[in-house]
């Protein structure tokens, strides 16, 4: 995409190259690359050394634990409100809804005349999970199906029904947070390997589809266990939620001001469960760079030379392996170093350690979404403002923006460079100082807890390396030493 050509032509190719979503995708493809001002290796071995540095610094500085050091929360009453404001979101947030299967059904079949796809895949996906960091858990509030069902629940209770629409079934125990991690996987398979995710008809279908498994599980099991071990959205928004400096108040009429990250050291126990989760957190957005690497290309080739297959299996056999793959080496890699800091520690089992120091590897998966999709929210956005005055493509100009073209030039590949290295090094830095926090409110003694932080810092560093590696590969101009 040049400047020279044309803003139409230009968005056009944007838009197509983010909503096809195939499985060779390149993920931060700008039509222009970065010529770094020093070799690459200079930058990551930089970001590299920041991020050990940190836990230097955290290690000889920070020796109080949070309990002796804690920050206090501001509690803001907002009165009547919050209460007042959760039904019209709770409404907005199912005409929405509505609007997506309407749209995807009746609206033109062009992903980019149609508000179905950007709603989805860029509004919602991309758009809420930035504003839970920066503002809190508003999912909650924003769940179309927790509407859904406690709409008909009420109704249900009104016309005689004393327990609701819920059978009040158990929920396995074993099952545990399992099913949202395996729903966590589905979603990014279909979102970055099921080449026709961005067709109207079948956003469409699968919003119906995640109604359905979603209103049946809470009517089986009820809303709450639900949502809290197979709700893959409300727990992977919830999850972010607790780095963003706001959470509601336990009377539902204010709102608790807290530094940001504190809702991920509260010392709450987590299950296994979380510790895939949140593995699949990171594995997945990693795995989304990664299908824009050479290497991707390359392995599907040899895919194709080694097995004649179709070359759309060849990118569903690719990415259906490679997504489960990432996700199991990210968690095998967390574990290995979750057995070492066992082992040295003395007095806790490798489960045990995975569990305690999950959550500070939240704000990683952050930084991770900032680095890879912050500029396709700012840039390819901005399509749902032509779309609000013609949703379905029908050519309607209904508020007086269908004229509006994207500034695909808002963002460069320098400023996105930049962005993703500073988010990576920034996320990874905090993650070392959370860990920290954890282990002097759980051992006690510097000494041991300076201990078990070692091999997660290591670990983050080799995540920071990695991370960086894959996102300059299709961003960056390589000069002629390096390329040889």
């Given at each position: 995409m040049r400047r020279g050509n044309r803003a139409t032509a230009a968005a056009s190719l944007a838009t197509a190259a983010f909503l096809s979503l195939p499985g060779t995708a390149c993920a931060h493809a700008f039509g222009q690359r970065y010529d770094l001002p020093a070799p690459l290796g200079y930058f990551v071995a930089g970001a590299a050394a920041?991020?050990?540095?940190?836990?230097?610094?955290?290690?000889a500085f920070v020796r109080r634990t949070p309990r002796e050091n804690r920050a206090p929360h501001l509690i803001v009453p907002l009165g009547p409100l919050l209460p007042a404001l959760k039904p019209v979101l709770q409404v907005l947030s199912v005409v929405l809804l509505c609007a997506v299967v309407v749209a995807g059904f009746i609206g033109n079949r062009n992903p980019e005349m149609n508000l179905a796809p950007i709603l989805v895949w860029i509004v919602w996906w991309v758009g809420v999970a930035f504003l839970v960091?920066?503002?809190?858990?508003?999912?909650?509030?924003?769940?179309p199906w927790r509407a859904l069902f406690e709409g008909l629940d009420t109704l249900a209770r009104r016309f005689g029904a004393a327990d609701g629409i819920s059978l009040g079934r158990p929920y396995p125990p074993r099952l545990g947070m399992w099913p949202a991690v395996a729903l966590l996987l589905v979603f990014v398979w279909i979102e970055v390997v099921y080449p026709r995710a961005a067709v109207p008809s079948h956003v469409a279908w699968f919003a119906l589809a995640w109604s359905a498994?979603?209103?049946t599980g809470?009517?089986?099991?009820?809303?709450?266990?639900?949502?809290?071990?197979?709700?893959?959205?409300?727990?992977?928004?919830?999850?972010?939620?607790?780095?963003?400096?706001?959470?509601?108040?336990p009377d539902r009429r204010s709102i608790v001001l807290r530094l940001p990250g504190r809702g991920l050291i509260t010392g709450e126990a987590v299950s296994y469960g979380m510790v895939g989760f949140v593995?699949?957190?990171?594995s997945t957005v990693m795995f989304d760079g990664l299908l824009g690497t050479q290497a991707m290309t390359i392995a599907h080739a040899a895919l194709a030379d080694w097995v004649t297959l179709h070359p759309l299996a060849g990118g569903y056999v690719l990415g259906t392996v490679g997504i489960v793959a990432v996700w199991l080496f990210f968690l095998a890699a967390y574990v290995l170093a979750c057995a070492v800091t066992a082992r040295l520690i003395g007095d806790r089992s490798t489960g045990a350690v995975a569990r305690?120091?999950?959550?500070?590897?939240?704000?990683?998966?952050?930084?991770?979404?900032?680095?890879?999709?912050?500029h396709y929210l700012l840039v390819q956005g901005q399509l749902?403002?032509?779309?609000?005055?013609?949703?379905?493509?029908?050519?309607?100009?209904?508020?007086?923006?269908?004229?509006?073209?994207p500034d695909i030039g808002l963002l460069d590949a320098r400023f996105v460079w930049n962005l993703s290295l500073a988010s990576i090094v920034a996320g990874h830095v905090i993650s070392i100082w959370l860990a920290h926090r954890v282990a002097l409110r759980e051992f006690g003694a510097r000494g041991k807890a300076v201990t078990a932080s070692v091999p997660l810092t290591v670990l983050m560093v080799i995540y920071t390396v990695v991370?960086?590696?894959?996102?300059?590969?299709?961003?960056v101009q390589y000069t002629d030493r390096e390329v040889s």
């Amino acid at each position: 995409m040049r400047r020279g050509n044309r803003a139409t032509a230009a968005a056009s190719l944007a838009t197509a190259a983010f909503l096809s979503l195939p499985g060779t995708a390149c993920a931060h493809a700008f039509g222009q690359r970065y010529d770094l001002p020093a070799p690459l290796g200079y930058f990551v071995a930089g970001a590299a050394a920041a991020v050990a540095l940190s836990f230097v610094v955290a290690a000889a500085f920070v020796r109080r634990t949070p309990r002796e050091n804690r920050a206090p929360h501001l509690i803001v009453p907002l009165g009547p409100l919050l209460p007042a404001l959760k039904p019209v979101l709770q409404v907005l947030s199912v005409v929405l809804l509505c609007a997506v299967v309407v749209a995807g059904f009746i609206g033109n079949r062009n992903p980019e005349m149609n508000l179905a796809p950007i709603l989805v895949w860029i509004v919602w996906w991309v758009g809420v999970a930035f504003l839970v960091v920066c503002v809190g858990n508003i999912w909650a509030t924003l769940d179309p199906w927790r509407a859904l069902f406690e709409g008909l629940d009420t109704l249900a209770r009104r016309f005689g029904a004393a327990d609701g629409i819920s059978l009040g079934r158990p929920y396995p125990p074993r099952l545990g947070m399992w099913p949202a991690v395996a729903l966590l996987l589905v979603f990014v398979w279909i979102e970055v390997v099921y080449p026709r995710a961005a067709v109207p008809s079948h956003v469409a279908w699968f919003a119906l589809a995640w109604s359905a498994i979603t209103l049946t599980g809470m009517v089986c099991f009820g809303a709450e266990a639900w949502r809290r071990n197979a709700d893959v959205f409300a727990i992977y928004f919830g999850t972010l939620a607790r780095f963003a400096p706001i959470d509601i108040g336990p009377d539902r009429r204010s709102i608790v001001l807290r530094l940001p990250g504190r809702g991920l050291i509260t010392g709450e126990a987590v299950s296994y469960g979380m510790v895939g989760f949140v593995l699949a957190m990171l594995s997945t957005v990693m795995f989304d760079g990664l299908l824009g690497t050479q290497a991707m290309t390359i392995a599907h080739a040899a895919l194709a030379d080694w097995v004649t297959l179709h070359p759309l299996a060849g990118g569903y056999v690719l990415g259906t392996v490679g997504i489960v793959a990432v996700w199991l080496f990210f968690l095998a890699a967390y574990v290995l170093a979750c057995a070492v800091t066992a082992r040295l520690i003395g007095d806790r089992s490798t489960g045990a350690v995975a569990r305690l120091f999950v959550l500070t590897l939240v704000p990683i998966a952050i930084a991770y979404l900032i680095a890879h999709y912050l500029h396709y929210l700012l840039v390819q956005g901005q399509l749902v403002i032509p779309l609000l005055s013609d949703p379905l493509g029908r050519r309607w100009d209904l508020f007086g923006t269908a004229s509006y073209y994207p500034d695909i030039g808002l963002l460069d590949a320098r400023f996105v460079w930049n962005l993703s290295l500073a988010s990576i090094v920034a996320g990874h830095v905090i993650s070392i100082w959370l860990a920290h926090r954890v282990a002097l409110r759980e051992f006690g003694a510097r000494g041991k807890a300076v201990t078990a932080s070692v091999p997660l810092t290591v670990l983050m560093v080799i995540y920071t390396v990695v991370s960086l590696l894959i996102i300059a590969d299709p961003l960056v101009q390589y000069t002629d030493r390096e390329v040889s």
